[in-house]
């Protein structure tokens, strides 16, 4: 496992932009399978996007346009750049990482932080 802390989260208005970042410990990072998932009050946690170690990505189609997810292994660090905000957007995003990245996909890694609140006002 890899210990992970989110930052970057907070309150924006529509249209407007945040990063976030997730910090991960060890020194096996560039072997994980990384992404960010997302929970809105009163619904279940959703994959928001996913980068594999070789850096592919996957997004869910509702950031498909306005999200980025990338990596710096140098400095044990995945961003997910977060533009044109809307208020449905709203949620805690929780950063995930697993050597597998079936497991990241389906949200079963075994490495999650404690998530940072991202809330976007109309």
């Known amino acids: 496992q890899v210990q992970l802390v989110e930052s970057g989260g907070g309150l924006v208005q529509a249209g407007g932009s945040l990063r976030l970042s997730c910090a991960a410990s060890?020194?096996?990072?560039?072997?994980?399978?990384m992404g960010w998932w997302s929970q809105a009050p009163g619904k279940e946690r959703e994959l928001v996007a996913a980068?594999?170690?070789?850096?592919?990505?996957k997004y869910d189609d509702s950031v498909k346009g306005r999200f980025t997810i990338s990596r710096d292994n140098s400095a044990n660090t995945v961003h997910l750049q977060m533009n044109n905000l809307k208020p449905s957007d709203t949620a805690v995003y929780y950063c995930?990482?697993?050597?597998?990245?079936?497991?990241?996909?389906?949200?079963?890694?075994?490495?999650w932080g404690q998530g940072t609140q991202v809330t976007v006002s109309p």
């Open positions: 980068i594999a170690v070789g850096g592919s990505t």
């Open positions: 995930t990482g697993d050597r597998s990245l079936l497991a990241v996909v389906i949200g079963t890694g075994d490495s």
């Open positions: 060890g020194r096996t990072f560039s072997l994980y399978n």
